[in-house]
């Protein structure tokens, strides 16, 4: 139950669906997921940090950088569940279409050295 109740709990936050949206076209840095969502770095670390604890994200730390992707769901199969289903849901929302068309703009060293 306590597994279940954390997932449902990450994905009761519009910001937290909107950075797994993201993370569904690529593997991001906080700077990218910040320019994207137009938030604080302190605001997406800690929604980042939410999803972690669920197991909807994973992050691998490369130098300097670290870099969240979607979880597997090895972890958990209500995170594996949900995010299967993810997939599908909320590509015709307005909000998450014009969100996902910024991804192909979003570049960590462009973002940094503004």
Not at 39 to 54: A, F
Not at 65 to 93: F, I, Q, T
Request: include cysteine; charged fraction near 30%.
């Amino acid at each position: 139950m306590k597994s279940f109740t954390k997932v449902m709990k990450a994905l009761s936050d519009p910001n937290r669906v909107k950075i797994l949206k993201l993370l569904q076209q690529k593997v991001l840095c906080v700077c990218e997921l910040q320019h994207a969502l137009e938030l604080s770095q302190p605001n997406v670390s800690k929604h980042l940090k939410i999803l972690e604890e669920s197991g909807l994200v994973e992050f691998q730390k490369d130098g300097l950088w670290v870099n969240y992707y979607l979880a597997d769901g090895r972890g958990s199969p209500y995170a594996a569940s949900l995010l299967g289903n993810l997939k599908h849901w909320l590509d015709d929302d307005p909000e998450v279409a014009d969100l996902l068309e910024k991804v192909p703009t979003l570049d960590r060293e462009k973002i940094l050295h503004r």
